[in-house]
């Protein structure tokens, strides 16, 4: 026979004074349906990471903030992943809309950078294949190339093409080549 909780009354919680880590479930959800499930854990590691860092710097102001300063190394020993591994999920949260960041320096000294966690846009989906025929309005630059885009990338390719063509230069091995046969 099962017990009835009725008696059981919740106390209110206020999270007034109290540790807290602000994250935007929606944001969540994205790195969720975008890892599979060998890297989710990593990936949501990271992102508790960063949440938490956001709230320490907003407790100074008395409320929520998204941008903080922080180094790599400060995100990797909160999250307990490798510093390469901290800026390769960046650069995909980076892909996925959900985080910026500014790199500092001081003349020559490097600063912690800037990160700013972005808000939810509700405009999140899979990004289009390079093949679809259709723009999709949901994702950003999904549209189809313009007759500028094709110019550009036609220039680009001549230019590279110029670089191939070494107008008599001989290469190294070239050079060592009738060095050896001139002994």
């Given at each position: 026979m099962e017990k009835s909780n009725e008696n059981i009354k919740l106390r209110p919680y206020s999270l007034r004074g109290t540790p807290f880590a602000?994250?935007?479930?929606?944001?969540m959800k994205i790195i969720r349906n975008h890892y599979g499930e060998e890297k989710r854990t990593t990936a949501i590691a990271i992102y508790q990471s960063l949440t938490e860092l956001a709230s320490l710097a907003g407790r100074g102001q008395g409320k929520h903030v998204s941008q903080f300063t922080a180094y790599l190394i400060t995100i990797a020993e909160k999250s307990g992943k490798s510093v390469s591994t901290i800026k390769r999920y960046t650069k995909e949260f980076r892909d996925l809309q959900i985080l910026v960041w500014e790199k500092r320096r001081n003349g020559k000294m490097n600063m912690s950078s800037m990160w700013k966690l972005l808000d939810y846009r509700g405009s999140y989906s899979e990004p289009t294949s390079p093949n679809n025929s259709k723009p999709n309005p949901s994702v950003h630059n999904s549209g189809l190339p313009t007759e500028e885009d094709r110019r550009?990338?036609?220039?680009?390719?001549?230019?590279?093409?110029?670089?191939?063509?070494?107008?008599?230069?001989?290469?190294?091995?070239?050079?060592?080549?009738?060095?050896g046969k001139n002994k």
């Open positions: 602000w994250q935007d479930m929606r944001v550009k990338l036609y220039n680009k390719k001549e230019r590279f093409n110029k670089l191939n063509n070494n107008d008599g230069l001989k290469s190294m091995k070239d050079i060592m080549d009738e060095y």
